[in-house]
Protein backbone atom coordinates (compact mmCIF):
# COMPACT_ATOMS: atom_id res chain seq x y z
CA UNK A 1 0.00 0.00 0.00
CA UNK A 2 1.28 3.52 -0.85
CA UNK A 3 0.60 5.88 1.98
CA UNK A 4 0.90 9.51 0.92
CA UNK A 5 0.14 11.16 3.67
CA UNK A 6 -1.39 14.00 4.68
CA UNK A 7 1.70 16.64 3.42
CA UNK A 8 0.29 15.75 -0.35
CA UNK A 9 -1.36 18.41 -1.95
CA UNK A 10 -2.18 18.72 -5.54
CA UNK A 11 -4.25 21.83 -5.85
CA UNK A 12 -7.57 21.83 -4.19
CA UNK A 13 -7.38 18.32 -3.65
CA UNK A 14 -5.71 17.44 -0.30
CA UNK A 15 -5.14 14.37 0.48
CA UNK A 16 -5.45 13.00 4.13
CA UNK A 17 -5.94 9.34 3.86
CA UNK A 18 -4.26 6.43 3.28
CA UNK A 19 -5.46 6.44 0.00
CA UNK A 20 -4.58 9.63 -2.96
CA UNK A 21 -8.00 10.95 -3.38
CA UNK A 22 -6.71 13.22 -6.51
CA UNK A 23 -5.78 10.44 -8.59
CA UNK A 24 -9.07 8.87 -7.59
CA UNK A 25 -10.75 11.77 -9.01
CA UNK A 26 -8.63 11.33 -11.97
CA UNK A 27 -9.76 7.56 -12.14
CA UNK A 28 -13.20 8.81 -11.90
CA UNK A 29 -12.77 11.47 -14.71
CA UNK A 30 -11.04 8.71 -16.91
CA UNK A 31 -14.43 6.59 -16.65
CA UNK A 32 -16.39 9.37 -17.41
CA UNK A 33 -14.95 10.03 -20.56
CA UNK A 34 -15.04 6.74 -21.62
CA UNK A 35 -18.85 6.70 -20.75
CA UNK A 36 -19.39 9.89 -22.61
CA UNK A 37 -17.55 8.76 -25.28
CA UNK A 38 -20.15 5.35 -26.04
CA UNK A 39 -23.13 8.13 -25.05
CA UNK A 40 -25.95 7.73 -27.88
CA UNK A 41 -23.87 5.12 -29.56
CA UNK A 42 -23.73 2.03 -27.18
CA UNK A 43 -26.31 -0.81 -27.17
CA UNK A 44 -28.26 -1.87 -24.16
CA UNK A 45 -28.54 -5.85 -22.85
CA UNK A 46 -30.77 -7.21 -20.14
CA UNK A 47 -28.45 -8.82 -16.83
CA UNK A 48 -30.30 -11.91 -15.17
CA UNK A 49 -32.30 -9.44 -12.80
CA UNK A 50 -33.72 -7.57 -15.79
CA UNK A 51 -31.48 -4.42 -15.19
CA UNK A 52 -29.93 -2.86 -18.30
CA UNK A 53 -25.93 -2.89 -18.72
CA UNK A 54 -23.71 -1.24 -21.61
CA UNK A 55 -20.00 -1.96 -23.09
CA UNK A 56 -19.55 1.03 -21.43
CA UNK A 57 -20.28 -0.35 -17.60
CA UNK A 58 -18.17 -3.25 -18.54
CA UNK A 59 -15.27 -1.19 -19.55
CA UNK A 60 -15.50 1.04 -17.17
CA UNK A 61 -15.38 -1.39 -14.15
CA UNK A 62 -12.49 -3.26 -15.72
CA UNK A 63 -10.18 -0.18 -15.98
CA UNK A 64 -10.47 1.12 -12.52
CA UNK A 65 -9.92 -2.43 -11.36
CA UNK A 66 -6.63 -2.19 -12.79
CA UNK A 67 -6.18 0.90 -11.42
CA UNK A 68 -7.18 0.16 -8.10
CA UNK A 69 -4.85 -3.53 -8.25
CA UNK A 70 -1.94 -1.91 -9.52
CA UNK A 71 -2.08 0.90 -6.88
CA UNK A 72 -3.58 -1.05 -4.07
CA UNK A 73 -2.96 -4.55 -4.52
CA UNK A 74 -3.93 -5.86 -0.64
CA UNK A 75 -7.09 -3.87 -1.13
CA UNK A 76 -10.45 -5.70 -1.46
CA UNK A 77 -12.80 -5.08 -4.36
CA UNK A 78 -16.65 -5.27 -5.34
CA UNK A 79 -18.18 -3.90 -8.51
CA UNK A 80 -21.43 -4.08 -9.96
CA UNK A 81 -20.66 -5.85 -12.63
CA UNK A 82 -18.09 -8.01 -12.24
CA UNK A 83 -18.84 -9.07 -8.27
CA UNK A 84 -17.02 -9.46 -4.83
CA UNK A 85 -13.74 -10.14 -4.16
CA UNK A 86 -11.30 -9.84 -0.61
CA UNK A 87 -13.93 -8.10 1.29
CA UNK A 88 -12.28 -9.10 4.68
CA UNK A 89 -9.38 -6.62 3.63
CA UNK A 90 -9.41 -3.53 5.63
CA UNK A 91 -10.04 -1.61 2.92
CA UNK A 92 -12.56 -2.73 0.21
CA UNK A 93 -13.70 -0.45 -2.98
CA UNK A 94 -17.20 -0.56 -3.68
CA UNK A 95 -17.54 0.36 -7.50
CA UNK A 96 -20.77 1.15 -9.16
CA UNK A 97 -18.74 2.05 -12.89
CA UNK A 98 -21.71 3.67 -14.26
CA UNK A 99 -24.34 4.20 -12.13
CA UNK A 100 -27.49 5.51 -13.91
CA UNK A 101 -27.36 3.30 -16.59
CA UNK A 102 -30.77 2.92 -17.73
CA UNK A 103 -30.85 7.17 -17.87
CA UNK A 104 -27.86 6.90 -19.81
CA UNK A 105 -28.96 4.54 -22.44
CA UNK A 106 -32.50 6.65 -22.25
CA UNK A 107 -30.47 9.68 -23.41
CA UNK A 108 -31.09 11.98 -20.11
CA UNK A 109 -28.23 13.74 -18.45
CA UNK A 110 -27.48 12.81 -15.19
CA UNK A 111 -25.47 9.76 -14.60
CA UNK A 112 -22.15 8.89 -13.24
CA UNK A 113 -19.58 6.99 -11.96
CA UNK A 114 -19.16 5.78 -8.03
CA UNK A 115 -16.32 5.05 -6.29
CA UNK A 116 -16.56 4.14 -2.65
CA UNK A 117 -14.09 2.93 -0.30
CA UNK A 118 -14.97 1.41 3.23
CA UNK A 119 -12.64 0.82 6.05
CA UNK A 120 -13.43 -2.23 8.38
CA UNK A 121 -16.64 -1.46 6.84
CA UNK A 122 -17.25 1.90 7.18
CA UNK A 123 -17.89 4.72 4.78
CA UNK A 124 -14.29 5.77 4.32
CA UNK A 125 -13.63 7.76 1.21
CA UNK A 126 -16.19 8.77 -1.76
CA UNK A 127 -15.95 10.41 -5.53
CA UNK A 128 -18.88 10.67 -7.42
CA UNK A 129 -18.27 12.03 -11.02
CA UNK A 130 -21.01 13.06 -13.47
CA UNK A 131 -19.97 13.68 -16.84
CA UNK A 132 -22.14 15.75 -18.52
CA UNK A 133 -22.30 18.02 -15.58
CA UNK A 134 -18.28 17.92 -15.21
CA UNK A 135 -19.43 17.80 -11.65
CA UNK A 136 -17.03 15.68 -9.06
CA UNK A 137 -18.20 15.15 -6.09
CA UNK A 138 -16.10 13.52 -3.25
CA UNK A 139 -14.92 13.43 0.67
CA UNK A 140 -11.88 12.05 1.89
CA UNK A 141 -11.39 10.38 4.95
CA UNK A 142 -11.55 13.07 7.29
CA UNK A 143 -13.00 16.74 6.41
CA UNK A 144 -15.75 18.21 4.65
CA UNK A 145 -17.16 17.03 0.91
CA UNK A 146 -17.20 19.04 -2.05
CA UNK A 147 -18.58 19.53 -5.68
CA UNK A 148 -15.39 20.35 -7.57
CA UNK A 149 -13.39 22.98 -5.51
CA UNK A 150 -16.47 24.09 -3.67
CA UNK A 151 -17.62 23.18 -0.07
CA UNK A 152 -21.04 21.35 0.23
CA UNK A 153 -23.01 21.28 3.06
CA UNK A 154 -27.25 19.93 3.46
CA UNK A 155 -30.20 22.59 3.52
CA UNK A 156 -30.06 24.12 6.77
CA UNK A 157 -33.99 24.51 6.66
CA UNK A 158 -36.20 23.34 8.90
CA UNK A 159 -39.62 23.56 7.09
CA UNK A 160 -40.79 22.11 3.87
CA UNK A 161 -41.63 24.82 0.96
CA UNK A 162 -43.25 24.36 -2.16
CA UNK A 163 -40.50 24.97 -4.44
CA UNK A 164 -38.40 22.45 -2.35
CA UNK A 165 -37.86 19.01 -4.25
CA UNK A 166 -37.25 15.08 -2.93
CA UNK A 167 -35.15 13.25 -5.21
CA UNK A 168 -37.58 9.44 -5.38
CA UNK A 169 -36.75 6.30 -7.78
CA UNK A 170 -38.16 5.91 -11.51
CA UNK A 171 -40.51 2.66 -9.42
CA UNK A 172 -42.11 5.06 -5.89
CA UNK A 173 -45.35 5.55 -7.67
CA UNK A 174 -45.72 1.79 -7.64
CA UNK A 175 -44.71 1.29 -4.20
CA UNK A 176 -44.44 4.47 -1.93
CA UNK A 177 -47.56 7.16 -1.37
CA UNK A 178 -45.64 10.26 -1.25
CA UNK A 179 -47.20 12.80 0.57
CA UNK A 180 -44.01 15.52 0.10
CA UNK A 181 -45.45 19.01 0.32
CA UNK A 182 -43.00 20.37 -2.15
CA UNK A 183 -41.72 18.55 -5.35
CA UNK A 184 -40.41 15.23 -6.65
CA UNK A 185 -38.36 14.25 -9.45
CA UNK A 186 -36.23 10.69 -10.05
CA UNK A 187 -32.78 11.39 -11.54
CA UNK A 188 -32.66 7.33 -11.91
CA UNK A 189 -28.99 7.69 -10.27
CA UNK A 190 -28.74 6.74 -6.88
CA UNK A 191 -25.05 8.37 -6.44
CA UNK A 192 -26.44 11.63 -7.53
CA UNK A 193 -29.33 11.84 -5.51
CA UNK A 194 -27.00 11.58 -2.62
CA UNK A 195 -24.81 14.42 -4.44
CA UNK A 196 -27.90 16.86 -4.76
CA UNK A 197 -28.51 16.11 -1.14
CA UNK A 198 -25.72 16.72 0.15
CA UNK A 199 -25.09 20.11 -1.94
CA UNK A 200 -28.70 21.19 0.09
CA UNK A 201 -30.27 21.41 -3.48
CA UNK A 202 -32.95 18.86 -2.41
CA UNK A 203 -33.71 17.94 1.19
CA UNK A 204 -33.87 14.78 1.02
CA UNK A 205 -33.75 11.48 -0.80
CA UNK A 206 -36.02 8.28 -0.74
CA UNK A 207 -33.69 5.33 -1.58
CA UNK A 208 -34.68 2.52 -2.79
CA UNK A 209 -33.45 -0.99 -1.42
CA UNK A 210 -29.86 -0.39 -3.00
CA UNK A 211 -26.93 -2.42 -2.71
CA UNK A 212 -23.84 -1.50 -1.33
CA UNK A 213 -21.63 -0.02 -4.73
CA UNK A 214 -25.13 2.05 -5.32
CA UNK A 215 -24.24 4.13 -1.57
CA UNK A 216 -20.75 3.40 -0.85
CA UNK A 217 -19.01 6.65 -1.91
CA UNK A 218 -22.15 8.57 -1.10
CA UNK A 219 -22.65 7.83 1.92
CA UNK A 220 -19.12 9.09 2.46
CA UNK A 221 -20.19 12.60 0.87
CA UNK A 222 -23.65 12.85 2.77
CA UNK A 223 -21.61 12.24 6.16
CA UNK A 224 -19.17 15.04 4.88
CA UNK A 225 -21.57 17.10 4.33
CA UNK A 226 -23.16 17.01 7.26
CA UNK A 227 -26.11 14.64 5.74
CA UNK A 228 -27.96 11.64 7.69
CA UNK A 229 -29.07 8.04 5.78
CA UNK A 230 -31.71 6.06 8.04
CA UNK A 231 -34.23 3.30 7.00
CA UNK A 232 -37.77 4.52 6.21
CA UNK A 233 -38.64 2.20 9.53
CA UNK A 234 -36.17 5.15 11.60
CA UNK A 235 -33.29 1.79 11.73
CA UNK A 236 -29.39 2.69 10.83
CA UNK A 237 -27.89 1.50 8.43
CA UNK A 238 -25.84 -1.84 8.80
CA UNK A 239 -23.22 -1.21 5.64
CA UNK A 240 -20.43 -3.98 6.92
CA UNK A 241 -23.87 -6.20 6.32
CA UNK A 242 -23.87 -5.22 2.73
CA UNK A 243 -20.20 -6.42 2.01
CA UNK A 244 -21.38 -9.77 0.56
CA UNK A 245 -23.89 -8.31 -1.72
CA UNK A 246 -26.92 -8.43 -0.02
CA UNK A 247 -29.37 -5.11 -0.51
CA UNK A 248 -30.24 -2.58 2.00
CA UNK A 249 -33.20 -4.80 3.98
CA UNK A 250 -35.13 -1.72 3.33
CA UNK A 251 -35.68 1.82 1.54
CA UNK A 252 -33.68 4.59 3.31
CA UNK A 253 -34.10 8.30 3.56
CA UNK A 254 -31.07 10.61 3.24
CA UNK A 255 -31.38 14.19 4.54
CA UNK A 256 -30.52 16.69 7.09
CA UNK A 257 -30.64 15.48 10.33
CA UNK A 258 -33.28 17.76 11.60
CA UNK A 259 -35.67 16.94 8.22
CA UNK A 260 -35.00 13.28 8.08
CA UNK A 261 -37.71 11.75 10.59
CA UNK A 262 -40.40 14.68 8.77
CA UNK A 263 -39.96 12.98 5.62
CA UNK A 264 -39.99 9.73 6.43
CA UNK A 265 -43.34 10.39 7.76
CA UNK A 266 -44.41 11.89 3.95
CA UNK A 267 -43.39 8.57 2.62
CA UNK A 268 -45.95 5.19 3.54
CA UNK A 269 -45.07 2.04 1.64
CA UNK A 270 -48.27 1.00 -0.67
CA UNK A 271 -51.10 -1.17 0.04
CA UNK B 1 -40.83 39.23 -44.07
CA UNK B 2 -37.61 37.67 -45.50
CA UNK B 3 -38.89 34.32 -47.43
CA UNK B 4 -35.99 31.98 -47.74
CA UNK B 5 -38.21 29.41 -49.86
CA UNK B 6 -37.12 25.79 -50.27
CA UNK B 7 -33.25 26.61 -52.05
CA UNK B 8 -31.62 27.49 -48.91
CA UNK B 9 -29.46 24.90 -47.24
CA UNK B 10 -27.30 24.68 -44.68
CA UNK B 11 -25.60 21.59 -43.59
CA UNK B 12 -28.47 19.20 -42.84
CA UNK B 13 -30.39 21.85 -41.99
CA UNK B 14 -32.87 22.21 -44.91
CA UNK B 15 -35.44 25.07 -44.86
CA UNK B 16 -39.11 24.22 -46.68
CA UNK B 17 -40.74 27.34 -44.76
CA UNK B 18 -41.21 31.06 -44.50
CA UNK B 19 -38.97 31.16 -41.80
CA UNK B 20 -35.08 30.26 -41.79
CA UNK B 21 -35.04 27.12 -39.44
CA UNK B 22 -31.13 27.46 -39.77
CA UNK B 23 -31.29 30.31 -38.27
CA UNK B 24 -33.27 29.39 -35.76
CA UNK B 25 -31.30 27.17 -34.63
CA UNK B 26 -28.43 29.23 -34.10
CA UNK B 27 -30.01 31.34 -31.64
CA UNK B 28 -31.22 28.71 -29.95
CA UNK B 29 -27.82 27.37 -29.22
CA UNK B 30 -26.56 31.13 -28.63
CA UNK B 31 -29.36 31.31 -25.75
CA UNK B 32 -28.37 27.93 -24.72
CA UNK B 33 -24.35 29.37 -24.67
CA UNK B 34 -25.83 32.43 -22.31
CA UNK B 35 -27.55 30.27 -20.34
CA UNK B 36 -24.75 27.84 -19.61
CA UNK B 37 -22.68 30.68 -19.02
CA UNK B 38 -24.58 31.78 -15.98
CA UNK B 39 -25.06 27.80 -14.82
CA UNK B 40 -24.51 27.66 -11.16
CA UNK B 41 -23.51 30.86 -10.60
CA UNK B 42 -27.28 32.59 -10.87
CA UNK B 43 -29.47 33.91 -8.28
CA UNK B 44 -32.84 33.10 -8.35
CA UNK B 45 -35.74 35.15 -7.64
CA UNK B 46 -39.84 34.81 -7.44
CA UNK B 47 -42.24 35.78 -10.03
CA UNK B 48 -46.22 36.42 -9.05
CA UNK B 49 -46.92 32.46 -9.81
CA UNK B 50 -43.98 31.75 -6.78
CA UNK B 51 -42.16 30.23 -9.99
CA UNK B 52 -38.41 31.10 -10.06
CA UNK B 53 -36.84 33.42 -12.56
CA UNK B 54 -33.49 34.15 -13.39
CA UNK B 55 -30.97 37.09 -15.43
CA UNK B 56 -30.45 33.94 -17.99
CA UNK B 57 -34.61 33.89 -18.72
CA UNK B 58 -34.86 37.84 -19.04
CA UNK B 59 -31.67 38.10 -21.00
CA UNK B 60 -32.57 34.95 -23.28
CA UNK B 61 -35.93 36.29 -24.37
CA UNK B 62 -34.88 40.16 -24.72
CA UNK B 63 -32.14 38.30 -27.23
CA UNK B 64 -34.38 36.03 -28.85
CA UNK B 65 -37.17 39.43 -29.04
CA UNK B 66 -34.74 41.39 -30.85
CA UNK B 67 -33.50 38.75 -33.41
CA UNK B 68 -36.82 37.80 -34.64
CA UNK B 69 -38.57 41.77 -34.57
CA UNK B 70 -35.06 42.58 -36.91
CA UNK B 71 -35.90 39.35 -39.28
CA UNK B 72 -39.80 39.24 -39.03
CA UNK B 73 -40.80 42.76 -38.13
CA UNK B 74 -44.51 41.59 -39.16
CA UNK B 75 -44.40 38.70 -36.86
CA UNK B 76 -46.07 38.19 -33.18
CA UNK B 77 -44.41 37.03 -30.43
CA UNK B 78 -45.65 35.88 -27.20
CA UNK B 79 -42.87 34.81 -24.42
CA UNK B 80 -42.83 33.63 -20.68
CA UNK B 81 -40.93 36.43 -19.39
CA UNK B 82 -41.83 39.80 -21.49
CA UNK B 83 -45.79 38.74 -22.09
CA UNK B 84 -48.28 38.94 -25.56
CA UNK B 85 -47.62 41.24 -28.37
CA UNK B 86 -49.49 41.22 -31.57
CA UNK B 87 -51.00 37.92 -31.51
CA UNK B 88 -53.30 38.96 -34.43
CA UNK B 89 -50.56 38.49 -36.75
CA UNK B 90 -50.00 34.90 -39.11
CA UNK B 91 -47.00 33.84 -37.51
CA UNK B 92 -46.85 34.46 -33.60
CA UNK B 93 -43.59 33.16 -32.09
CA UNK B 94 -44.19 31.50 -28.40
CA UNK B 95 -40.87 31.56 -26.49
CA UNK B 96 -39.66 29.89 -23.52
CA UNK B 97 -36.37 31.07 -22.78
CA UNK B 98 -35.38 28.70 -20.03
CA UNK B 99 -37.61 26.09 -19.53
CA UNK B 100 -36.62 23.84 -16.64
CA UNK B 101 -35.60 27.01 -14.65
CA UNK B 102 -36.40 25.44 -11.44
CA UNK B 103 -34.02 22.49 -12.67
CA UNK B 104 -31.59 24.53 -13.05
CA UNK B 105 -31.32 26.61 -10.79
CA UNK B 106 -31.38 23.05 -8.23
CA UNK B 107 -28.06 22.33 -10.56
CA UNK B 108 -29.63 19.81 -12.66
CA UNK B 109 -28.66 19.15 -16.30
CA UNK B 110 -32.23 18.78 -18.63
CA UNK B 111 -33.50 22.22 -19.34
CA UNK B 112 -33.34 24.32 -22.43
CA UNK B 113 -34.18 27.14 -24.64
CA UNK B 114 -37.67 26.19 -26.52
CA UNK B 115 -38.98 28.66 -29.59
CA UNK B 116 -42.13 27.72 -31.21
CA UNK B 117 -43.75 29.15 -34.55
CA UNK B 118 -47.61 29.21 -34.95
CA UNK B 119 -48.92 30.11 -38.45
CA UNK B 120 -52.86 30.59 -37.99
CA UNK B 121 -53.06 29.39 -34.68
CA UNK B 122 -51.74 25.88 -35.10
CA UNK B 123 -47.92 24.34 -34.63
CA UNK B 124 -45.58 25.30 -37.71
CA UNK B 125 -41.83 24.69 -36.18
CA UNK B 126 -40.28 24.05 -33.33
CA UNK B 127 -36.81 24.64 -32.04
CA UNK B 128 -35.41 22.98 -28.66
CA UNK B 129 -32.32 23.04 -27.66
CA UNK B 130 -31.08 21.27 -24.21
CA UNK B 131 -27.42 22.97 -24.06
CA UNK B 132 -25.70 20.97 -21.58
CA UNK B 133 -26.34 17.36 -23.88
CA UNK B 134 -25.74 19.84 -26.46
CA UNK B 135 -29.16 18.59 -28.06
CA UNK B 136 -31.08 20.35 -30.68
CA UNK B 137 -34.58 18.96 -31.40
CA UNK B 138 -36.36 20.44 -34.29
CA UNK B 139 -38.90 20.19 -37.20
CA UNK B 140 -39.17 22.82 -39.95
CA UNK B 141 -42.95 23.51 -41.76
CA UNK B 142 -43.25 20.34 -43.52
CA UNK B 143 -41.36 16.77 -42.88
CA UNK B 144 -39.34 14.72 -40.42
CA UNK B 145 -38.46 16.31 -36.21
CA UNK B 146 -34.55 15.66 -36.14
CA UNK B 147 -32.55 15.30 -32.82
CA UNK B 148 -29.22 17.27 -33.99
CA UNK B 149 -28.87 15.27 -37.78
CA UNK B 150 -30.99 11.94 -36.70
CA UNK B 151 -34.34 11.68 -37.44
CA UNK B 152 -37.05 10.61 -34.90
CA UNK B 153 -39.85 8.40 -34.39
CA UNK B 154 -42.25 7.84 -31.47
CA UNK B 155 -41.37 4.31 -29.75
CA UNK B 156 -43.24 2.22 -31.79
CA UNK B 157 -44.48 -0.53 -29.20
CA UNK B 158 -48.29 -1.27 -28.57
CA UNK B 159 -47.28 -2.61 -24.79
CA UNK B 160 -45.77 -1.17 -21.75
CA UNK B 161 -42.39 -3.00 -19.89
CA UNK B 162 -41.24 -2.30 -16.70
CA UNK B 163 -38.80 -1.07 -18.05
CA UNK B 164 -40.45 1.84 -20.16
CA UNK B 165 -40.34 5.44 -19.06
CA UNK B 166 -43.39 7.63 -18.93
CA UNK B 167 -42.18 11.19 -18.42
CA UNK B 168 -44.20 13.05 -15.27
CA UNK B 169 -44.51 16.65 -13.57
CA UNK B 170 -42.77 16.92 -10.02
CA UNK B 171 -45.99 18.10 -8.50
CA UNK B 172 -47.78 14.84 -10.15
CA UNK B 173 -47.32 13.08 -6.71
CA UNK B 174 -49.98 15.77 -5.38
CA UNK B 175 -52.51 15.95 -7.90
CA UNK B 176 -52.55 12.35 -9.42
CA UNK B 177 -52.62 8.37 -8.82
CA UNK B 178 -50.10 7.46 -11.66
CA UNK B 179 -50.39 3.05 -12.17
CA UNK B 180 -47.67 3.12 -15.05
CA UNK B 181 -46.41 -0.04 -14.82
CA UNK B 182 -43.23 1.17 -15.95
CA UNK B 183 -41.18 3.56 -14.73
CA UNK B 184 -42.13 7.66 -13.94
CA UNK B 185 -39.18 10.30 -14.00
CA UNK B 186 -39.93 13.50 -13.44
CA UNK B 187 -37.52 16.22 -15.60
CA UNK B 188 -39.06 19.69 -14.49
CA UNK B 189 -38.73 20.66 -18.25
CA UNK B 190 -41.65 20.55 -20.42
CA UNK B 191 -39.96 21.33 -23.52
CA UNK B 192 -37.72 18.26 -22.42
CA UNK B 193 -40.60 15.78 -21.98
CA UNK B 194 -41.96 16.28 -25.71
CA UNK B 195 -38.43 15.44 -26.80
CA UNK B 196 -38.11 12.35 -25.19
CA UNK B 197 -41.44 11.14 -25.82
CA UNK B 198 -40.52 12.32 -29.73
CA UNK B 199 -37.39 10.26 -29.79
CA UNK B 200 -39.32 7.18 -28.63
CA UNK B 201 -36.91 7.33 -25.58
CA UNK B 202 -40.11 8.14 -23.28
CA UNK B 203 -43.74 6.13 -23.94
CA UNK B 204 -45.14 8.74 -22.91
CA UNK B 205 -45.41 12.04 -21.04
CA UNK B 206 -48.38 13.41 -18.50
CA UNK B 207 -48.29 17.80 -19.10
CA UNK B 208 -49.54 19.56 -16.39
CA UNK B 209 -51.69 22.06 -17.58
CA UNK B 210 -49.47 23.94 -19.46
CA UNK B 211 -48.99 27.36 -21.26
CA UNK B 212 -48.64 28.01 -24.65
CA UNK B 213 -44.73 28.94 -24.70
CA UNK B 214 -44.21 25.50 -22.70
CA UNK B 215 -45.60 23.30 -25.71
CA UNK B 216 -45.73 25.53 -28.94
CA UNK B 217 -42.28 23.89 -30.20
CA UNK B 218 -42.94 21.03 -28.39
CA UNK B 219 -46.21 19.98 -30.16
CA UNK B 220 -44.83 20.28 -33.48
CA UNK B 221 -41.86 18.14 -33.25
CA UNK B 222 -44.13 15.78 -31.55
CA UNK B 223 -46.27 15.89 -34.43
CA UNK B 224 -43.54 15.60 -37.18
CA UNK B 225 -42.01 12.54 -35.12
CA UNK B 226 -45.58 10.84 -35.51
CA UNK B 227 -46.68 11.63 -31.51
CA UNK B 228 -49.85 12.68 -30.62
CA UNK B 229 -51.20 15.30 -27.68
CA UNK B 230 -54.91 14.66 -26.11
CA UNK B 231 -56.36 16.30 -22.78
CA UNK B 232 -56.03 13.61 -19.91
CA UNK B 233 -60.06 13.80 -20.52
CA UNK B 234 -59.71 12.48 -24.12
CA UNK B 235 -60.23 16.27 -25.59
CA UNK B 236 -57.89 17.35 -28.67
CA UNK B 237 -56.00 20.35 -27.94
CA UNK B 238 -57.05 23.74 -28.85
CA UNK B 239 -53.87 26.14 -29.50
CA UNK B 240 -55.12 28.76 -30.93
CA UNK B 241 -57.22 29.47 -27.08
CA UNK B 242 -53.72 29.48 -25.67
CA UNK B 243 -52.55 33.03 -27.65
CA UNK B 244 -54.06 35.31 -25.28
CA UNK B 245 -51.85 33.58 -22.56
CA UNK B 246 -54.38 30.98 -20.86
CA UNK B 247 -53.45 27.52 -19.75
CA UNK B 248 -54.79 24.62 -20.77
CA UNK B 249 -57.81 23.70 -19.32
CA UNK B 250 -56.67 20.06 -18.17
CA UNK B 251 -53.20 18.25 -17.97
CA UNK B 252 -52.44 16.55 -21.28
CA UNK B 253 -50.71 13.23 -22.46
CA UNK B 254 -48.24 13.27 -25.04
CA UNK B 255 -47.14 9.49 -26.94
CA UNK B 256 -47.59 7.58 -29.84
CA UNK B 257 -51.33 7.04 -30.99
CA UNK B 258 -51.54 3.60 -30.20
CA UNK B 259 -50.59 4.33 -26.61
CA UNK B 260 -52.49 7.25 -25.78
CA UNK B 261 -55.60 6.41 -24.51
CA UNK B 262 -53.83 3.52 -22.81
CA UNK B 263 -51.64 5.99 -20.77
CA UNK B 264 -54.49 8.50 -20.16
CA UNK B 265 -56.11 4.98 -18.41
CA UNK B 266 -52.96 4.94 -15.68
CA UNK B 267 -53.86 8.48 -14.35
CA UNK B 268 -56.46 9.39 -12.21
CA UNK B 269 -56.70 12.64 -10.60
CA UNK B 270 -56.29 12.33 -6.68
CA UNK B 271 -59.24 12.82 -4.76
Known sequence: MIALGSEREKGNRYSVSEIDIAEVQDWAREAGALAKSYFNRVERSRKADRSYVTRADTEIEEMLRTHIAAQYPQHGIMGEEQGIGAIDRE??????????????????????????????????????????????????????????????????????????????????????????PGKTRSLSCVAADFCYVARGSALGALIPRASLWDIAAGLRILEAAGGVAYGLSGQTLNIGELLDGHKLPEAVIISSPQLNEKIRGCVRVRP
Open 91 to 180: FVWSLDPLDGTDAYTSGLAVWGVSIGVLRAGKPYLGVIYLPLLDDCYWADAEGAAFRNDERLAVNPTTTIDSNDWLAIGSYTHRRFMVDF
